[in-house]
């Protein structure tokens, strides 16, 4: 399943808040952007949630939200 059809389901809102309740977020979300993705910029989302030791739905989140401000940024 593509990125943007997990992003078009109505409980998408919902992931999100649960996502975003882990206190460790923030840093699995930093070391992604900093880390990484420098090494593999194309990581797909089970890669990243074996590598980070989190679930699938968490390094979806962090996927999509990364691909987004880097969009807004260009």
Do not use: C, F, G
């Amino acid at each position: 399943m593509q990125l943007e059809q997990y992003t078009k389901e109505k409980l998408w809102q919902m992931l999100l808040e649960t996502v975003h309740a882990n206190v460790m977020y923030p840093k699995h979300k930093a070391y992604t952007r900093d880390v990484l993705l420098k090494e593999k910029p194309d990581i797909k989302p089970e890669e990243l949630a074996s590598r980070l030791n989190v679930p699938l739905a968490e390094a979806l989140v962090i996927i999509e939200e990364l691909a987004t401000e880097k969009l807004s940024r260009n």
